[in-house]
């Protein structure tokens, strides 16, 4: 039951029931499961699961506040605390580089965060485009889940916004682990973070060619930034496109971009 | 004739590409009990494409009987030009009834006299099998935390994305993904597992063990 060396992952498996691949890729799938034993079994089994699912009365869930609401509120207090900051000290800061550390809201890129595409060079704004500010993580809390302690303790550095402490423990995830992808896309999007892009740009690479996980899209995301801090614009524009056609938590801030692009290359 | 079962399957492992070119050629001959291992082998695959396409288990009951009655039909007739890839033939046959579906046509199945004895061809799933099935996919729901039901819920019966769910839960997004991608392997593991430990039925034959 176990000898298919093309074992789908999860998300595929999960798209093609819920209809989401392209055509051509369904069918090649749908003839493959029709030879492969190991395949059908896993496509039965969810469709099982699915259909049970369906039957099953909805939970009530509890009312949230939403997540956009949430960053909405912590940056709005956090400008507010720096402003206060900035008062008291009475003293104007000279024009900062326009790429962000972290601590930007990155739910709201298109708007207060995001440079002026304005500037006499198109190079220029594009690497002014550039988000270089790391991406929110939340150790999960799955109960019976064991995350790799060098996984935990990097991710503990990364919240901490200790890049080289994170650098140096997601480096020492082994290979097969399955916080290994994980581990990569962080430990690229802090190389990234400390301007060593060659670095970064391996690593969120591995990620984005690695195939369906939950960093795949967010790794595009980031290795366009990395073409735009480069000024590598033809990159940047394709990488973000790819990153739109994933239709994820992204796409909005790709076609922001895209279209600061397009606007560049309009007043060239 | 179909022979010694223990042979059959020991042979489809083997060689798959061999058993397809020989199941052809032997209902082209006129073997039923070909034909039976044909539609006992292909039942579950053709039910599976079709309930992925339709999402809808009575009209999937319904398109797969006629999948099956084409393919045999064009099987007997010898219209099977490479009987080696049989499965992608299936499958071919599959999308033309589903297409035919899809664009509301009043198909007909050619007209096939079923064998009496062919009970597989009737396509009643076996009542004990689909018990077993229901009670392994209960187990593996029940095994999940009740949020990562929700999201799976979701996700599977919704078609929501992990922005919507998180909005819907009070999550991040990415904590959905994962708890996402995580519960669908623990569901697959689960099942395949109590598949593996209660009866097992071999593709190749369709024959219980």
Known sequence: MTDCKELPGEQFLLDYLSGELPESETVRFEEHYFACSSCLARVEALQDVQLKLRAQPRQLYRAPIPWPVRFAVIGAIAAMVLAVAFAFHG??????????????????????????????????????????????????????????????????????????????????????????????????????????????????????????????????????QIALAENDIPTARHNLSLVISIRGDFENRARAQLVHLSQGDAGK | MIGDTSKEISLAALDPAKENERLVASIAAGDRDAEQAFALRFMRPVRAMLLARLRNPDIAADLLQDVMVESISALRKGQVREPAKLPGFVASVARNVLNSHFRGAARQPESLELPEDLQALKLEADPMEEEQRESRAIEAISSLESVDRSILQMTLVDGLKPAAIATRLGLNPDVVRQRKLRATRKIIDLVNRLSQTGSVVHLTTGRRT
């Not at chain 1, 930007?104 to 060079?121: C, D, L």
């Not at chain 1, 301007?195 to 591995?206: H, I, N, P, Q, V």
Request: with cysteine; proline share 9%.
């Open chain 1, 91 to 224: 003293r104007h800061q000279g024009q900062q580089p326009s790429i962000a550390a972290g601590g930007s809201t990155p739910e709201k890129p298109g708007s207060a965060s995001m440079p002026s595409v304005q500037s006499p060079s198109i190079k220029t704004s594009a690497a002014q485009l550039a988000d270089l500010a790391l991406p929110p993580f939340q150790m999960p809390q799955l109960r019976g889940e064991r995350s790799n302690p060098d996984f935990k303790s990097g991710m503990t550095g990364y919240i901490n916004r200790n890049c080289p402490a994170a650098i140096r423990d997601l480096a020492r995830v082994p290979a097969g682990d399955q916080d290994l992808t994980a581990a990569r896309f962080y430990r690229g999007v802090c190389l990234m973070q400390e301007k060593d892009f060659a670095g970064a740009f391996t690593r969120l690479r591995s990620v984005a060619e690695a195939g369906d996980s939950p960093q795949q899209e967010a790794a595009l995301y980031y290795l366009a």
